[in-house]
């Protein structure tokens, strides 16, 4: 699999105003409170529209030297990358863990919710570069998870044994050097969780 942001001729960049903004009732301070991770899904599909209505944003996160880092992998339900790459999550689990009943959750994870990404960030030149990339591709992740709010779907994000085989890279189709940052699942929640935060006052110092 090749990406079209690393053909020879880089595409033409589109400008925020020529950018068609989807409607929805949620504002932006509702959708960072209601932001929530889901660990069971309801089984419906996501619509492709709307999933790359939810991409779409990710593109517009932070950039510093507009370096475009993020690559995203989005694998169909029932398919044969997603198929291999919950082998892989299983075989992971099973040489660190060896317990069956966790290496099974890890594929289940993989195989089970509506819509499965991968996200990877392509190294900079140097070690400050990289940094920067590494920040902008989760900036991007939670474009896509506030965008999911709007849309009634839960983004939930997995940086675990899932995501840590050394042969899942080859499978998606992704070149040797990039890293991999997360994998995000996403569909319709089967149950919110609540969730509660200490007050942001015990973390700022006005000087």
């Not at 594929?107 to 990404?117: C, E, G, M, S, W």
């Not at 009634?152 to 994000?157: E, F, N, S």
């Not at 992704?174 to 973390?203: E, K, N, Y």
Request: glycine content about 6%; aromatic content about 8%; proline content about 7%.
């Amino acid at each position: 699999m090749t990406s079209g942001a690393d053909s020879p001729v880089p595409p033409a960049r589109t400008s925020a105003a020529e950018v068609a903004i989807p409607e929805a009732e949620v504002s932006v301070y509702e959708a960072l409170y209601r932001r929530r991770m889901a660990w069971q899904f309801e089984d419906r599909p996501v619509p492709r529209e709307t999933l790359e209505r939810m991409l779409a944003t990710a593109v517009w996160a932070p950039n510093h030297r507009l370096t475009e880092p993020w690559r995203f992998f989005v694998l169909e339900k029932g398919g044969e990358a997603r198929n291999r790459a919950a082998d892989l999550a299983y075989e992971f689990s099973m040489g660190r863990n060896n317990n069956s009943a966790r290496a099974e959750a890890a594929r289940r994870a993989v195989l089970d919710p509506p819509v499965v990404v991968y996200i990877y960030c392509v190294p900079g030149p140097n070690d400050e570069v990289t940094k920067e990339n590494y920040g902008a591709v989760c900036c991007a992740a939670h474009n896509v998870s506030l965008a999911g709010v709007a849309e009634g779907l839960a983004v939930t994000w997995e940086t675990g044994g899932v995501t840590r085989h050394p042969k899942l890279g080859q499978v998606l189709g992704a070149q040797a050097d990039w890293q991999m940052a997360l994998m995000l699942s996403i569909g319709a929640p089967a149950a919110t969780p609540a969730s509660s935060r200490t007050a942001v006052a015990h973390f700022v110092n006005w000087v």
